[in-house]
Each structure stands twice: as C-alpha cells, then as structure tokens.
C-alpha cells in the first residue's frame, strides 16, 4: 500500500491541472484550514461524493493504568472525524 503524501497530492494536482505547485499548495492549505474552522465552530463539511468532517466529543471517563491497574481519570477530548460518501464505500 502506498502513502500518499501532501507533497505527492500536491504534484499529482498540479500535473492534472497544469497549476504551479504553489498554487496548489496555497490552495489546498486554504480548503484544510476552512475544514478545520467550520468543524471546530461545532458545523459538519460536506463535500459531496467524498464525505463529511465534523468535530466529536467525548466525556471524561474512568480508566486504568496498564502498567500499575491504578484508576485514573481520562480527560474529555475532542476529534475531528471523517465520513466517507456511500459513493467511496467498498462492499464487502
């Protein structure tokens, strides 16, 4: 399997498109930075036939430490999430 990287995606992009790579880069750091935005604002993006980001919380809650057993307590945190479109789902 292979990574596909930002720098990758960048090339890929502009050799498609026949964008500098600066360009590309400009804009793909802008579409990142508006997802990262909305979805902390506490809004979903949806992009139609990829997916849905959004933001997920979730409550502190009661843990053990692996190494003693000791009880501990796991902060609350949040992360962003993504769903993929039914379109890039695989059956199977």
Same mark, same amino acid.
């Given at each position: 399997?292979?990574?596909?990287?930002?720098?990758?995606?960048?090339?890929?992009?502009?050799?498609?498109?026949?964008?500098?790579? #600066?360009?590309? #880069?400009?804009?793909? #750091?802008?579409?990142?930075?508006?997802?990262?935005?909305?979805?902390?604002?506490?809004?979903?993006?949806?992009?139609?036939?990829?997916?849905?980001? =959004?933001?997920?919380?979730?409550?502190?809650?009661?843990?053990?430490?692996?190494?003693?057993? =000791?009880?501990?307590?796991?902060?609350?945190?949040?992360?962003?999430?993504?769903?993929?479109?039914?379109?890039?789902?695989?059956?199977?």
């Amino acid at each position: 399997m292979t990574r596909l990287t930002k720098l990758t995606l960048i090339a890929q992009v502009a050799e498609a498109t026949g964008f500098h790579k #600066d360009q590309v #880069d400009a804009v793909l #750091d802008e579409a990142l930075a508006a997802i990262v935005e909305t979805t902390g604002a506490g809004h979903e993006v949806s992009i139609k036939g990829f997916g849905a980001f =959004e933001r997920r919380s979730r409550g502190s809650r009661a843990g053990r430490n692996p190494q003693t057993g =000791e009880a501990i307590e796991i902060r609350a945190s949040s992360t962003l999430a993504f769903r993929a479109s039914p379109a890039l789902r695989e059956e199977g």
